[in-house]
């Protein structure tokens, strides 16, 4: 936990509607666009993920209104994979089926759904080793080994750290690289998933409290992203890192993989000498792609020099921290506990709806840097679901934008839990109003990929996201988060294993499903809260309830 950390990014004040606004969605509209986010033109020269603003592609920090300032959260229901077996913390693989939609007529009846709607990315993340990232205390970091752990409770000096996320898009709505770069998840393809390895780190020092300098800051973030697309040819199509890449480091190309909906995918991971590279085989269409976090690739580290004005890209090959996959292999300034899990990004899409028009904008920020709202005299959500818009509806784009599902929606993250991620619009076997699941089975580690993980788990960041809660006791945090209302949120997805479809035991996100083996209690299956140490400036460390986590055995094995 960070107790006293200075914000070295530029705020500027958000323009939010004057609908009822409650604490939950007031707590989210404290902050705003940051300076990187407002010069939209710098965007045609070096373009960067902004992580202070919520996106959706970012590793959820822990305690982030410290890190950063002010508040930022993404709720991430997870799966989490542990085994004693070396290599397993480094080399796995998974079968995948991706989600198909309904089709896209009547778009906006107020029961169906799509995936984008529910989810911006999911994604199989690892940590992963960068001597420039938090806690800045050990500049080493030997790849793949388990020497790495160590509990912040003990000392601060554990190595340097990233997390790598695997990300999957959905198609259909707004295209990139229009609104990625300002927050949340966009469509690569009207009909087309695509997919991108996106690596996380902090230019953090929690013993001393100090972030990069204000002109890196400004130029990469405080919480950074290498992102690359994955390619059938293995190379990104621009540099990756934050002060290399472009507007064709976010534009897809043909030299992307594309694949269809239900697809069923090979998805492996392993590290090179070059870095971790996951490689995605279609096999439905028989077309691969894969992606190395390289130099070659244009991954580099931002170097940590928190005086002076300096800052520099070093390039860098990015290996995977640890060589098993336990409840100790962490990475201690995230919210997440883990090393090897599946996460699907849910509550960064309201519905809205009304007589007034969004305007269509680049990244949606208006010409005074201001984001675009749901706007007075329109309504978010849609059916029995309608009220007025409120403090969290800002990022919106009219769905006139889009090329096949014209729906129109705000994206920042939704505090107030009563977006389309907190409605039944998920998976429920109805697929002519909602989405298929995204199914995935467990991974499978060994030299043969043929190695089962021992245990599996459940977790969500709740805790670290829900205004309710105080994460120093735990009092107030809920398996059922609350709305801006102050009432339970209507639905909160979960994960059930089925073995429909052949190919064995798989698991998937979203409601009961029919021919499910188990859906693990629902909400119950996420356990209970789990307690972890963090830094604390001078030192020393501070528990807190970022997550709750309920372990069993793996019950899905592959077949």
């Given at each position: ?14 323009a ?11 707590h ?15 965007y ?25 300032g ?16 070396s290599?397993?913390g ?17 778009p ?33 970091c ?48 009207p ?5 991108a ?43 990756a ?6 507007n064709?480091?976010?534009t ?6 594309f ?29 691969s ?43 201690t ?7 090897v ?6 509550g ?10 969004i305007?269509?904008t680049?990244?949606g ?33 009219p ?21 389309a991620?907190y ?34 788990g ?6 670290a ?35 429909k ?15 499910e ?25 501070s ?17």
């Open positions: 936990m960070y107790l006293t950390v200075t914000a070295a990014i530029a705020i500027a004040p958000v939010i509607s004057t609908g009822t606004v409650s604490q939950a969605s007031t989210a509209a404290e902050h705003t666009v940051t300076h990187a986010v407002k010069h939209t033109a710098n045609t020269k070096s373009m960067h993920i902004n992580c202070a603003e919520a996106s959706a592609m970012c590793t959820e920090v822990a305690h982030s209104n410290q890190v950063f002010h508040y930022v959260g993404h709720d991430e229901p997870s799966m989490l994979f542990y085994s004693h077996k290599g397993s480094n080399h796995m693989s998974y079968n995948v089926t991706l989600p198909t939609d309904p089709s896209a007529s009547d906006n009846l107020p029961n169906k759904s799509y995936q984008f709607e529910l989810s911006g990315a999911d994604w199989f993340g690892m940590a992963i080793c960068d001597t420039q990232s938090d806690p800045e205390q050990v500049k080493t030997p790849r793949d080994s388990d020497s790495n752990i160590l509990d912040p409770a003990i000392s601060p000096k554990h190595v340097g750290q990233a997390y790598m996320e695997m990300q999957f898009y959905p198609p259909g709505w707004i295209q990139w690289p229009t609104w990625r770069v300002a927050v949340g998840a966009s469509s690569c393809s009909t087309q998933w695509c997919a390895m996106n690596i996380d780190s902090l230019s953090l020092d929690p013993v001393t409290g100090k972030t990069n300098n204000p002109t890196c800051l400004a130029k990469a973030g405080e919480e950074y992203l290498n992102f690359a697309f994955i390619t059938k040819n293995g190379k990104s199509q621009a540099p890192n934050p002060l290399g890449s472009t064709k480091t976010f897809p190309g043909p030299e992307d993989l694949m269809n909906p239900g697809d069923h995918l090979k998805v492996a991971f392993t590290d090179t000498s070059s870095g971790e590279k996951v490689t995605i085989n279609d096999l439905t269409t028989g077309v792609g894969s992606m190395t976090a390289s130099a070659a690739n244009g991954f580099a580290q931002i170097k940590y020099a928190p005086t002076g004005t300096s800052c520099t890209a070093i390039p860098y090959n990015f290996h995977a921290m640890y060589n098993r996959s336990s409840t100790k292999t962490r990475v300034w995230a919210a997440g506990s883990y090393n899990a599946m996460d699907t990004e849910i960064h899409f309201q519905f809205c709806t009304g007589p007034k028009q305007p269509a680049e990244f920020l208006l010409a005074n840097g201001n984001p675009t709202t749901c706007p007075n005299g329109d309504m978010e959500g849609r059916g029995i679901n309608k009220q007025k818009p409120d403090g969290d509806d800002f990022f919106c784009f769905g006139s934008e889009a090329p096949l599902y014209k729906v129109t929606g705000c994206t920042y993250t939704n505090t107030g839990f009563d977006g991620s409605q039944r619009l998920w998976p429920d076997g109805n697929t002519k109003m909602h989405p298929t699941p995204f199914q995935f089975t467990s991974p499978e580690t060994g030299a043969n990929y043929n190695e089962q993980y021992a245990q599996a459940f977790e969500a960041d709740l805790p996201i829900e205004s309710t809660c105080n994460s120093g006791t735990g009092a107030g945090c809920t398996l059922i988060p609350q709305t801006d209302e102050g009432v339970p949120a209507q639905f909160y997805p979960f994960y059930t294993t089925t073995l479809g052949g190919g064995g035991c798989k698991w998937q996100f979203g409601n009961d499903i029919p021919g083996i188990s859906n693990y209690g629902q909400n119950a299956q996420y356990g209970q809260l789990l307690q972890q140490s963090y830094t604390t400036i001078g030192g020393g460390s528990p807190s309830y970022e997550d709750f986590r309920g372990l069993i055995p793996n019950p899905c094995p592959q077949a």
